[in-house]
């Protein structure tokens, strides 16, 4: 997917993650997707959990984050039921579920770590490997106070996306521009070209879903 920044590894995490049709291992056609990217203006604090060992295609990153982890716990005392809860809730992230309420648990003990521990309310967000993404990628969720203070719009593409179930390929339509406060879309030539014979291999014969 990485080859020759083909499928850049965030872009291809990010439909993974917002698109239902990505998802589906069943799903046949072709869909249009907008992806953006932000820049942080200032370094961020971010919260990481020891992650579970359940992902099959860890990323570097994540990799380091854990070897981290574990060398904190070895020279730290860290309490048994600490550890037990952070392993825990470490496994219910790492979870598949099919809908937005099953995330309760989740999405209570982020709310803790964000708003009410002493140690940690202070930190901008949290980073947690991509479950649809079999860990390949990371998400970064932060406060919206230090998203409307920090983050600053840099770039978007428009992307078609084919998939006959379990094959997958996307491809760079265009790029924005801002010119003025307002956003034009200007054809990327270039790799249209260069993506156009592996894409047609995939998409022949499918039909947009949007």
């Known amino acids: 997917r990485k080859g020759k920044d083909i499928m850049p590894a965030p872009r291809y995490v990010a439909l993974l993650e917002t698109s239902e049709f990505a998802k589906d291992q069943e799903s046949?056609?072709?869909e249009r997707a907008t992806c953006s990217k932000w820049i942080s203006c200032s370094?961020?604090?971010l919260i990481s959990l020891p992650f579970s060992d359940t992902y099959k295609r860890p990323c570097e990153d994540i990799k380091l984050?854990?070897?981290?982890?574990?060398?904190?716990?070895?020279q730290n005392n860290i309490s048994e039921e600490s550890l037990e809860l952070l392993e825990y809730?470490?496994?219910e992230i790492a979870k598949r579920f099919d809908?937005?309420?099953e995330y309760f648990k989740v999405a209570h003990f982020v709310y803790y770590l964000m708003r009410i521990h002493p140690v940690t309310k202070e930190a901008d967000g949290m980073i947690y490997p991509s479950v649809p993404a079999e860990g390949e990628g990371f998400n970064v969720v932060l406060k919206p106070e230090v998203v409307d203070r920090y983050l600053m719009f840099d770039n978007a593409s428009l992307c078609y996306m084919a998939k006959n179930k379990m094959q997958m390929k996307v491809m760079t339509v265009n790029h924005a521009r801002v010119d003025d406060g307002k956003i034009e879309y200007i054809d990327d030539i270039q790799n249209i070209e260069a993506a156009q014979e592996w894409f047609d291999k995939i998409a022949s014969g499918l039909e947009f879903r949007n």
């Open 28 to 30: 046949v056609g072709i």
């Open 43 to 45: 370094d961020l604090t």
């Open 65 to 74: 984050i854990n070897k981290t982890w574990q060398e904190y716990t070895e």
């Open 89 to 91: 809730m470490s496994c």
């Open 99 to 101: 809908n937005s309420q």
